[in-house]
Nanobody
């Protein structure tokens, strides 16, 4: 079955950086667009960034453009999210997911996520 394991979250000061990883299995990873999403308790999950199967096309939410970079390694079945210049409003649980429709409709196989907390 589909498994998604997110890691790399933590506590960081405003202006700091983190890199998240998502290890995927249970589907044909190298043909799937992949996305990062985030969710704050009590709010809806929102799209952060997407990367196409060939890694040449990406999509970002306006709130993270210029600060976050999404990438993937099809040999390792892993996607990454490099997050720079983090702000307190980036605090959330971050999830990855394979895409059903580009650029942001997920299949909905959610993992446990990884918590990112940015202090002011």
């Amino acid at each position: 079955q589909v498994q998604l394991v997110e890691s790399g979250g933590g506590l960081v000061q405003s202006g700091g950086s983190l890199t998240l990883s998502c290890a995927a299995s249970g589907f044909t990873f190298n043909t799937a667009g992949m996305s990062w999403y985030r969710q704050v308790a009590g709010k809806e999950r929102e799209l952060v960034a997407s990367v196409a199967a060939n890694a040449r096309t990406t999509h970002y939410a306006d709130s993270v453009k210029g600060r976050f970079t999404v990438s993937r390694d099809n040999l390792r079945n892993t996607i990454y999210l490099q997050m720079n210049d983090l702000k307190p409003e980036d605090t959330a649980v971050y999830y990855c997911n394979p895409l059903r429709v580009w650029p942001g409709t997920p299949f909905g196989f959610w993992g446990q996520g990884t918590q990112v907390t940015v202090s002011a």
